[in-house]
């Protein structure tokens, strides 16, 4: 029994010191990396895919730190390896296309960025950064795919393509709030987020309330939607489209009794400085309509006679 337990602890010990083994190396390896240091990377990265040879990433690692030594029959092999082991395909693919560009295959690494771009990837400022590709950059080819790069990055930022995404920018503001008798209600700060995608309310009542919306086109859908939510632990989920010039939300909710309602939301685009936010309810799928509030919204830098 001694001797079986003295072998276990062998093979533990030894498996135990293998894993350090493996983890100081792959420490070694990413600092080298991280500095540039590609003739000591390629060595290291070298043991790790023998060590662990399904692990992709040691073969990502090594295929680029290759390339930095110009061994690009070698990073080409490696690779190969880390898109068969299944690691992202388009870091794989961009690494690929710097392999051929710094080796001079101009043609390849054209097609290779050129399918990057038709598949939707969006690091066009990696490919920037890449110096590799400095060689490319004169070509219509590469600066066409480059462009789709950047409207796949930043598709609200286009409206020359994408025009959808600023329908409502007209609501961007910060803004008085007036109620339809003239008394202010409170007060609302609307801006662009994520990309420009996202159109944010900042909602404050003159009462204490307080709540925020998030507006987006959905280009999927191809209508807008918008989610809001509030301190009294009410939400409701928008959906819409443009009419006209104004932009016109619906909702299907349900009260606390049961009852089932539908919301019309409507905002009317009056001016550079004004909007008019309308909202209805029926309880009769639509049939019939009541006001449920309408609001005036005057740009805080616009003087008051724009109210009146």
Do not use: I
């Given at each position: 029994m001694r001797q079986v337990l003295f072998v276990f602890t062998i093979l533990l010990c030894?498996?135990?010191?293998?894993?350090?083994?493996?983890?100081?190396?792959?420490?070694?390896?990413?600092?080298?990396y991280s500095a540039k240091q590609w003739t000591q990377a390629s060595e290291l990265y070298g043991e790790l895919s023998k060590t662990e040879p399904t692990n992709a990433l040691w073969w990502l690692r090594l295929g680029d730190s290759y390339r930095h030594s110009a061994n690009?029959?070698?990073?080409?092999?490696?690779?190969?390896?880390?898109e068969q082991l299944g690691y992202?395909?388009?870091?794989?693919?961009?690494?690929?296309a710097a392999t051929e560009a710094a080796a001079g295959k101009s043609d390849q690494a054209l097609a290779l960025v050129e399918q990057l771009?038709?598949?939707g990837f969006p690091a066009y400022r990696t490919v920037d950064e890449e110096d590799a590709f400095a060689s490319?950059?004169?070509?219509?080819?590469?600066?066409?795919?480059?462009?789709?790069?950047?409207?796949?990055?930043?598709p609200?930022?286009?409206?020359?393509?994408?025009?959808?995404?600023r329908q409502?920018?007209?609501?961007?503001?910060?803004?008085?709030?007036?109620?339809?008798?003239?008394?202010v209600s409170g007060h609302n700060r609307v801006r662009l987020i994520l990309g420009d995608c996202v159109v944010e309310e900042n909602w404050a009542s003159k009462l204490g309330g307080e709540g925020k919306s998030f507006s987006k086109y959905n280009p999927h859908s191809r209508r807008w939607e918008q989610y809001w939510v509030d301190d009294q632990g009410d939400t409701t989920f928008f959906h819409g489209q443009l009419e006209g010039t104004n932009l016109v939300f619906h909702s299907e909710t349900t009260d606390a009794?049961?009852?089932?309602?539908?919301?019309?939301?409507?905002?009317?685009?009056?001016g550079p400085d004004k909007v008019r936010q309308f909202s209805e309810m029926s309880t009769d799928g639509g049939k019939i309509w009541k006001p449920e509030y309408d609001l005036t919204y005057i740009r805080h830098i616009a003087t008051a006679k724009n109210f009146l």
């Open positions: 030894g498996a135990l010191c293998a894993a350090a083994d493996v983890s100081n190396m792959a420490a070694a390896a990413e600092q080298a690009y029959d070698g990073a080409r092999q490696a690779l190969a390896k880390a992202q395909p388009l870091v794989v693919k961009m690494t690929l771009a038709d598949a490319l950059k004169p070509s219509p080819r590469f600066m066409a795919a480059r462009q789709k790069m950047v409207l796949a990055a930043e609200c930022k286009h409206p020359e393509t994408n025009p959808e995404y409502f920018d007209y609501w961007v503001g910060d803004w008085d709030v007036y109620n339809k008798f003239g008394a009794d049961g009852t089932s309602m539908v919301r019309r939301l409507t905002f009317f685009r009056l």
